[in-house]
């Protein structure tokens, strides 16, 4: 475990030195993890994407609809480059095992836009990739001007959300991005996961430090383009506790720093990850229902109203997601989709079973004991 959670400077670097060892084992665990995705791929059909879905969601202070749509590229360069990824991503699994061209990617989102017939605004549009929206070597220049050009001719359209790592958020992207999309909210959403560079290097490996996400946040703010901040709950190596501490502190210095909206995103157990080789040796349980909607409606409370706080969870209620016992999890889902949808926390306030006694116990005593075993000094 990394230990009781700790925001001071000097914490960061005494983990960082004291730890450098375990990150290179990590490194190793995420290469390995890699191969396996890799020789997993399917020969797949280029021209469709891998996935596509309509559901309700906030637009700004309406409640319309929102397709997204996870277009099929080569693959996040990340996780391809030698870093080789984040700790709890498969999203390699949905990239093509061949070249995929600008014209395939252009089929791809068209195939997805059909899904759009029929619907009145408002409307939302989610653009994903397994890596970065903005990254030329995932998708064309060529063919994400088109998509932009596509949305920004669609009246229903009242916003746009495209996901990258904060280094392709770029003066000239972000130019083209608004001229593309007139005067729609337009949103990056980047995956900030923790306000704690050593969290994010340490059980991430996310590859990129505080100062280079606020750095993109600025550049999108002076292009009036917004940013969406996807907060990781429970990282591998971090306690009950210590996670809901990071995500709610970092839901509150995300909003300082300026972002426009707050997706909350608990981890799943993703397969060929490092997170499913420690949950199949039983040394990581995806996070307590409970400790969301603690961090939700805590947050609702201390958090500008005017940045939305969502959460969509994956797996909620199954073993791989984040669940409770298993007999409330439905109605805590169903609280955690409306306080989504409408921001309003009363949704959160009435949820009751008898397994809060049982979070209660491992806030207190699994981050006690891994506290004292960390801090006990060696006989």
């Given at each position: 475990?990394?230990?009781?959670?700790?925001?001071?400077?000097?914490?960061?670097?005494?983990?960082?030195?004291?730890?450098?060892?375990?990150?290179?084992?990590?490194?190793?665990?995420?290469?390995?993890?890699?191969?396996?995705?890799?020789?997993?791929?399917?020969?797949?059909?280029?021209?469709?994407?891998?996935?596509?879905?309509?559901?309700?969601?906030?637009?700004?202070?309406?409640?319309?609809?929102?397709?997204?749509?996870?277009?099929r590229t080569i693959g996040c360069s990340y996780a391809l480059g030698r870093s080789s990824g984040c700790t709890m991503c498969s999203y390699l699994l949905d990239g093509s095992d061949q070249p995929v061209?600008?014209?395939?990617?252009?089929?791809?989102?068209?195939?997805?836009?059909?899904?759009?017939?029929?619907?009145?605004?408002?409307?939302?549009?989610?653009?994903?990739?397994?890596?970065?929206?903005?990254?030329?070597?995932?998708?064309?220049?060529?063919?994400?001007?088109?998509?932009?050009?596509?949305?920004?001719?669609?009246?229903?359209?009242r916003e746009?959300?495209?996901?990258s790592r904060p280094s392709f958020v770029t003066e000239e992207s972000m130019k083209q991005a608004r001229e593309a999309l007139g005067d729609r909210h337009v949103e990056i959403g980047m995956g900030l996961e923790s306000i704690s560079d050593t969290v994010r290097r340490m059980c991430i490996n996310k590859g990129f430090t505080l100062k280079e996400f606020s750095d993109a946040v600025k550049v999108a703010m002076s292009h009036n383009i917004g940013t969406r901040a996807y907060v990781l709950l429970k990282p591998p190596f971090l306690t009950e506790r210590d996670?809901?501490?990071?995500?709610?502190?970092?839901?509150?210095?995300?909003?300082?720093?300026?972002?426009?909206?707050?997706?909350?995103?608990?981890?799943?157990?993703?397969?060929?990850?490092l997170v499913e080789d420690l949950w199949s040796a039983g040394a990581y349980r995806p996070p307590?229902?409970?400790?969301?909607?603690?961090?939700?409606?805590?947050?609702?409370?201390?958090?500008?109203?005017?940045?939305?706080i969502v959460c969509d969870p994956v797996a909620a209620g199954k073993a791989r997601g984040v669940h409770n016992c298993g007999v409330c999890d439905a109605a805590f889902v169903e609280a955690i989709r409306a306080f989504s949808l409408d921001q309003d926390p009363r949704h959160l306030e009435n949820l009751s079973c008898s397994c809060k006694s049982i979070w209660e116990h491992v806030l207190e005593h699994e981050d006690l004991s891994t506290h004292v075993h960390l801090e006990t000094p060696s006989r």
């Open positions: 475990m990394v230990g009781q959670y700790r925001s001071d400077t000097r914490w960061d670097e005494q983990v960082d030195e004291e730890y450098q060892a375990i990150h290179e084992g990590i490194l190793l665990s995420l290469r390995r993890a890699r191969g396996t995705s890799l020789s997993k791929r399917k020969h797949v059909d280029t021209k469709k994407p891998a996935a596509k879905w309509i559901s309700d969601a906030r637009i700004r202070s309406d409640v319309g609809k929102a397709l997204s749509v996870v277009l061209s600008p014209d395939d990617v252009i089929a791809q989102f068209e195939s997805a836009r059909v899904s759009l017939k029929g619907l009145d605004g408002p409307l939302s549009v989610k653009i994903y990739t397994s890596g970065s929206f903005l990254d030329t070597t995932e998708v064309p220049m060529d063919a994400r001007m088109d998509i932009l050009r596509t949305l920004g001719s669609d009246p229903r359209v746009v959300v495209l996901e996670s809901l501490l990071d995500s709610a502190r970092t839901i509150q210095e995300a909003a300082r720093m300026g972002v426009t909206t707050v997706s909350v995103n608990p981890v799943d157990v993703q397969r060929h990850t307590w229902l409970w400790t969301l909607v603690e961090i939700l409606g805590r947050c609702r409370h201390n958090v500008n109203k005017d940045i939305p």
